[in-house]
């Protein structure tokens, strides 16, 4: 049984008893419960991850192997003077030397920060700065354009390890032969339960990215989430679509189907409806864990599209990220055969908190019930639409139907244990003994949550969160520019799409290409997924009386809503998600 104080809580502690724990009570570490209890056991020899590379060939790796393999890779850690507690970077694509860099951080008890190879390098420098990496793990392609123009303000990088050619070239080290010079070998040494094992970054409206901490405990989430929520068994054949550089890519593409033993599929390529369909028939598929904006770009396909394959190895789809709009649920059972099932989680929250869960009836729209273990409530708002806290304490809606903002009472094992160097924020998330979420939901009188919008400004596009300041920040580094104001806009297949709207300076004149030049900045520093896709110029953004651009106003200015009326502005952008053609 897994040690800790965790353990004693009730009703986590039956989830504590379905791992192993180190041996002779060493605690827990999640890179045990992943790979070596099962490298040690009867499922040595079964498919862990099979990879499907970009001209469609597949590679694997068993049980065995990936013990093997991540534990060169946290003997070469240990070679370099990395410690338990420094920080791991990864800006990779979904190679496998991403998961081999992944678990075997954890097995040194180094602490593994992943990264979105997708972004531009001052959100790479940011996130490398502010994470304290010692060491990032990349490729020649990605180094030269992510964080080459950036290495200089990067003092505490001491080592950049290369997969494939090229390492020399930028002062680097060749991962593929530090791994081969490396033991097969490693114990993992006791680890705390309660020692830091992840550090995700995530956006927030101001201020810079936020490091949400979380520890070697979560593994107890994922495993029970990976049950109770994907109804995970060990001859599924699972396949979750997210990036690694994203927590989903780590909590649910990395270790949740790993700790139950499954065959866990990677695809390098992009998304496209025939390669997918393709994936789900010919990797006998049985669960799917995608994002909403896919099954949009997928439904937009057409069914046809489906039409030529088997896809009858599939027992459940799930989504993540966004909202997921009652009409791809629905369309799920109508192509894909099953309907597709809600989850809703947060970065902070490390794991699936609410779903509609396998034996539950899908209604299309909802996110689902709290999953056993979590206790959610929603939470009366004040002016600002946040929770209203007086004295320190909420008040609790209990009608139904009644919009507040999702709160979750804290316990679960893999909640966030702080923000990296910003403790004051963190803080800052609880008030009278809850999480607040930020989000903005109801509650039927069945006890199903539905999804009203963010309390916050945070932008979600494509499952992505984005923080406006990051993005106004870098708009107002080029000289015409005096201010910037940046919002999410509905978009048929994203969900949401960056719009900035920025003031100019005194003389300068707006055009056409002073609008590329600024779209092309914002590429180039903040990379594609991030900079917005839309510029408008306006003299007279609105602002408090503090001078802080007030985004509410912008977004309601632009869906052309009352700008004082905030609910009416939470139900139109529901709607205005849907595809103009299904309104």
Not at 94 to 113: D, F, H, N, Q
Request: include cysteine; charge should be negative.
């Amino acid at each position: 049984m897994a040690t800790g104080l965790a353990a004693a809580r009730s009703p986590w502690a039956d989830a504590w008893d379905r791992l192993d724990g180190l041996p002779d009570g060493g605690g827990t570490n999640i890179a045990h419960e992943a790979v070596d209890r099962h490298a040690a056991g009867p499922r040595r020899d079964h498919v862990a991850v099979r990879w499907v590379h970009r001209d469609g060939t597949t590679s694997e790796a068993t049980y065995a192997a990936l013990a093997a393999t991540t534990a060169r890779f946290a003997n070469v850690l240990r070679g370099l003077g990395v410690r338990p507690g420094e920080r791991v970077a990864t800006l990779l694509p979904r190679v496998p030397e991403m998961m081999v860099a992944a678990l075997g951080t954890l097995k040194a008890r180094s602490v593994l920060c992943p990264l979105f190879s997708a972004f531009g390098p001052e959100p790479v420098r940011q996130r490398l700065e502010r994470g304290d990496a010692v060491v990032l793990v990349t490729t020649r392609a990605l180094y030269d354009r992510k964080v080459a123009p950036v290495r200089d303000r990067l003092p505490a990088l001491r080592h950049v390890l290369v997969v494939g050619d090229g390492a020399d070239a930028i002062g680097g080290q060749d991962l593929r032969v530090l791994l081969d010079a490396a033991s097969p070998v490693f114990a993992i040494e006791p680890t705390d339960p309660e020692e830091t094992a992840l550090l995700h970054f995530t956006s927030g409206t101001t201020g810079a990215p936020k490091g949400a901490v979380h520890v070697h405990a979560a593994v107890v989430a994922h495993h029970e989430t990976g049950r109770s929520a994907l109804d995970l068994h060990p001859d599924d054949v699972f396949w979750c679509t997210a990036d690694p550089g994203w927590v989903t890519g780590t909590s649910y593409g990395i270790i949740a189907p790993l700790t139950h033993g499954v065959t866990s599929i990677v695809d390098e390529g992009d998304l496209d409806a025939d390669r997918w369909y393709r994936i789900l028939q010919d990797q006998g598929v049985t669960v799917w864990y995608t994002a909403p904006t896919a099954l949009r770009m997928l439904r937009r396909a057409g069914a046809e599209a489906a039409a030529p394959y088997d896809l009858r190895r599939l027992r459940l789809v799930a989504s993540v990220g966004e909202p997921l709009d009652p009409e791809v649920a629905t369309w799920g059972q109508e192509v894909l055969g099953v309907p597709v099932r809600d989850t809703w989680w947060q970065t902070e929250t490390g794991s699936i908190m609410i779903a509609t869960r396998p034996a539950d009836p899908v209604r299309p729209g909802s996110m689902g019930r709290p999953l056993p273990g979590v206790e959610a409530a929603l939470l009366r708002r004040g002016p600002d639409g946040r929770a209203a806290v007086h004295d320190g304490t909420v008040e609790v809606l209990d009608e139904p139907d009644e919009v507040g903002e999702l709160a979750l009472l804290p316990g679960w094992p893999s909640i966030f244990r702080g923000y990296l160097h910003d403790v004051e924020r963190w803080e800052r998330c609880f008030a009278g003994g809850w999480y607040l979420t930020g989000d903005l939901a109801r509650r039927d009188a069945d006890g199903a949550y539905w999804f009203v919008g963010r309390a916050d400004d945070v932008i979600t596009s494509a499952g992505h969160l984005i923080g406006p300041f990051e993005v106004e920040s870098a708009l107002t580094e080029h000289p015409a520019v005096v201010e910037a104001g940046v919002i999410g806009i509905p978009d048929p297949v994203a969900g949401e799409v960056v719009k900035a709207f920025v003031t100019l300076r005194s003389g300068v004149e707006p055009s056409e290409d002073l609008r590329r030049e600024l779209l092309g900045l914002a590429r180039r520093r903040l990379g594609p997924a991030v900079a917005p896709r839309h510029v408008a110029f306006d003299q007279h953004l609105p602002h408090t009386r503090s001078g802080k651009v007030v985004r509410r106003l912008l977004r309601a200015r632009e869906l052309g809503l009352p700008e004082g009326d905030t609910s009416s502005l939470e139900g139109a952008v529901g709607t205005a998600l849907d595809p103009p053609e299904e309104r």
